[in-house]
């Protein structure tokens, strides 16, 4: 059904593609022109939607910003949040905000690495605003590959190692079709480029990409399942304790598939699940239905994303009777010391 959809589809892309074409040209020849601000400016982004690992990579640089003694801040547009104009996360010390008013993403990134963050759809506005009220030297732009009205020091560009491998070619066609918001040309803005193979093994690309990757510096990332925490108690808990074990899994992210991998590796039965849209804001009635079939299928918890359980959380009252826990998840390079070298030597 949904590449029938697609197919639907197939003659808007080409007025997509004019348009996406025509706004870069413009950038290009400096008609639009980017603006400095007074930090230094590190992008995460992507050239698809969705599901490439943006927020675990903004968490990534984040800490790493923040380790190295970097006074670092974090904005974002907020996709999915309920306020709308500038609003403050997080002042470095707690967050100011809840996940509805912000958005999950931002969210799950204050709570894994407490900085000063932001929102805001004018992020030229936003930076400058963040950078003026708490004296940051640093900003964390999280999906602003698109965004080209601010100007950015180090631009990261991410796919996703699967959609890269993947043999179907609608996926690969602009939108609303594809999954491409911008052509494979543009990783000519790129800086780096890191391929995220998440739970996978380090696979060889097909060799059409090489002549969109060449000169790139080029960085290989996955993920690390840490264990499991529990959305009410926050007690952790190692992998190995949930192997075995029948659950219900809950799911709202772009690419669910990722997820699923995971805890099958860890030998987490996955037949039960209740798979949602993306930036899903759960209700009460879903919260409902999720205990519902709990109880239906006898699982012995619920396991979701933690960008799921940042959002379940406020419902913690109405789930006292089940046990419910996120996957921690983190990310990490095969090639470690090179990159944190690469972004630090950006600060010096």
Known sequence: MLDFLR??????VPIYAIIIGVRNFLFDIKVFKSKKVNAKVVSVGNLTVGGSGKTPTVIYVSKLLKSAGIR???LSRGYGRTSKGYLLVSDGNEIKADVETCGDEIYQTMLECLLPAAVSEERVLGAEKLIKDFSVNALVLDDAYQHRWIHRDVNLLIFEQRFLLSKNKLRKLGLPTGNMRE???QTKRADVIIINRKFSHKQNLPEEFSKYFNGKKIFTAFFKA??????????FYKPEEFRGQKSLVVSAVANPYSFLNALRQIDVETTNKMIFRDHKIYTENDVQE???QFYATNAQSVLTTHKDAVKLSQFNR???????YYLKIELDFDQKS?????ILSKFN
């Open 318 to 324: 109405e789930m006292d009777d089940i046990d419910i």
């Open 183 to 185: 052509p494979l040309s």
């Open 7 to 12: 197919v639907l589809f197939i003659p808007l």
């Open 226 to 235: 840490i264990g499991f925490v529990d959305i009410k108690t926050h007690v």
């Open 290 to 292: 999720i205990r519902k």
């Open 72 to 74: 670092a801040g974090v």
């Open 338 to 342: 090179e990159f944190d070298n690469y």
